[in-house]
Antibody
Framework: QVQLAESGGGVVQPGASLRLSCAAS????????MHWVRQAPGKGLEWLAV????????NYADSVKGRFTISRDNSKNTLYLQMNSLRAEDTAVYFC?????????????WGQGTLVTVSS | DIQMTQSPSTLSASVGDRVNISCRAS??????LAWYQQRPGKAPNLLIY???YLESGVPSRFSASGSGTEFTLTINSLQPDDFATYYC?????????FGPGTKLEI
């Protein structure tokens, strides 16, 4: 079955950078588009970014465009989110999610999330 | 960008009740809508895709309808496990906006 495991979260100061990873297993990662979504404490879900199965296309929410970069290494079955110039409002649990099936665009399976806290 | 709204923001109900949750898009999204359930401290789970298609393994008391800009999630005969927060999400464009969520509470 699909398993997604995020890592790389932690406490960082404003202005710092952080890279999140999402290790995928149980499915053919190289055929699935992948998303990042976050959830600030006590708030709703915010979609952040999507990357096509082969990395050929990426899209971002306006709130993170220019600061966050989504990427993937299909040889390592791993998705990444490079986060730069972090702000207090980026404090959230960050989830990775796979699309439902190859060719689909909506989110099917989710990881359990990793917490990022931006604080001085 | 397409904006999504949900109503109500909070819904109080009892076990055995039938409830409806509404989701509205700021412009037409055809049937490109999904519904997710999230329990506290957990990742969201897919319930419905393409506006009305029930995900495998999701109980049949869940159903959904709608197209264009107006969508509804219906839960029949509420069970204790159903008290959670529900989100709609559009995937009509490459900006996959979520609704703000509806908290279903006892």
């Amino acid at each position: 079955q699909v398993q997604l495991a995020e890592s790389g979260g932690g406490v960082v100061q404003p202005g710092a950078s952080l890279r999140l990873s999402c290790a995928a297993s149980g499915f053919d990662f190289s055929r699935y588009g992948m998303h990042w979504v976050r959830q600030a404490p006590g708030k709703g879900l915010e979609w952040l970014a999507v990357i096509w199965y082969d990395g050929s296309n990426k899209n971002y929410a306006d709130s993170v465009k220019g600061r966050f970069t989504i990427s993937r290494d299909n040889s390592k079955n791993t998705l990444y989110l490079q986060m730069n110039s972090l702000r207090a409002e980026d404090t959230a649990v960050y989830f990775c999610a796979s699309v439902y099936q190859p060719g689909a665009t909506f989110l099917g399976s989710w990881g359990q999330g990793t917490l990022v806290t931006v604080s001085s | 960008d397409i904006q999504m709204t949900q109503s109500p923001s909070t819904l109080s109900a009892s076990v055995g009740d039938r409830v409806n949750i509404s989701c509205r898009a700021s412009q037409t999204i055809s049937s490109w809508l999904a519904w997710y359930q999230q329990r506290p401290g957990k990742a969201p789970n897919l319930l419905i895709y393409k506006a009305s298609y029930l995900e495998s393994g999701v109980p049949s008391r869940f159903s959904a309808s709608g197209s264009g800009t107006e969508f509804t999630l219906t839960i029949n005969s509420l069970q204790p496990d159903d008290f959670a927060t529900y989100y709609c999400q559009q995937y009509s464009t490459n900006s996959y906006t979520f609704g703000p969520g509806t908290k279903l509470e006892i």
